[in-house]
């Protein structure tokens, strides 16, 4: 599935539904999971659900389940010339964003 042409909606559920194959395949409970990852139950089945879950509470289950070197890869930033390495390396002193400018 190409993820670029999905909606917001359709990547929850297909990430959801791979997050209960892989607790399946691993012939885990969604109770076994919870307490390895330090979270209640109902988070387990609320993030399988697709519904709302802290993103702290996904990357404890994502580890339980193995999964924490797809998490390595979220983020990443792309350097594929030397100007992007520059324009990353300076980016990484604090900033303020630039507000729009009311010229009126």
Request: glycine share 6%; proline share 2%; hydrophobic share 35%.
């Amino acid at each position: 599935m190409d993820l670029r042409l999905s909606k917001p909606s359709e990547i929850v559920r297909l990430l959801c539904e791979r997050l209960r194959k892989e607790r399946l395949t691993r012939h885990m409970t969604q109770a076994e999971v919870a307490g390895r990852a330090g979270v209640g139950v109902n988070t387990v089945s609320n993030l399988e659900a697709g519904r709302n879950v802290s993103f702290e509470s996904v990357v404890r289950i994502a580890m339980v389940l193995g999964r924490h070197h797809d998490l390595e890869q979220l983020f990443q930033p792309k350097l594929e010339s030397l100007d992007d390495i520059l324009r990353y390396e300076s980016s990484s002193q604090r900033h303020r964003a630039r507000g729009k400018r009311n010229d009126a």
